[in-house]
Nanobody, 121 residues
Framework: QVQLVESGGGLVQPGGSLRLSCAASGSIFSINFMGWYRQAPGKQRELVAQITRSGSANYADSVKGRFTISIDNAKNTVYLQMSNLKPEDTDVYYC???????????????WGQGTQVTVSS
């Protein structure tokens, strides 16, 4: 059993900052990469940022220069530092991890429960 537990969402004014955290726990054999997606009601879930265990990251064009993703391999935790937030960043943010749960298992996708980020004055 694997759990991804997110924290750090909330309400912030435009131009403000928030830091999201996501800790993976349970039967983890190896993690390929972790990341953050977001989804608005009625829309498809979209990638925000993704990072490998070696620290190689990629970002959606809409957040480049404003968001920074990082990973703590010892804690199986991924962070998303969000700065200069805009109202269009308002969404539910989901943590994602692609990992193996055993020596003979393939890579599987796991999701957190989601955390609301609201950017409004």
């Amino acid at each position: 059993q694997v759990q991804l537990v997110e924290s750090g969402g909330g309400l912030v004014q435009p131009g403000g900052s928030l830091r999201l955290s996501c800790a993976a726990s349970g039967s983890i054999f190896s993690i390929n990469f972790m990341g953050w997606y977001r989804q608005a009601p009625g829309k498809q879930r979209e990638l925000v940022a993704q990072i490998t265990r070696s620290g190689s990251a990629n970002y959606a064009d809409s957040v480049k220069g404003r968001f920074t993703i990082s990973i703590d391999n010892a804690k199986n935790t991924v962070y998303l530092q969000m700065s200069n937030l805009k109202p269009e960043d308002t969404d539910v943010y989901y943590c994602n991890a692609v990992m193996r749960t055993g020596i003979g298992s393939g890579f599987r996708n796991f999701w957190g429960q989601g955390t609301q980020v609201t950017v409004s004055s």
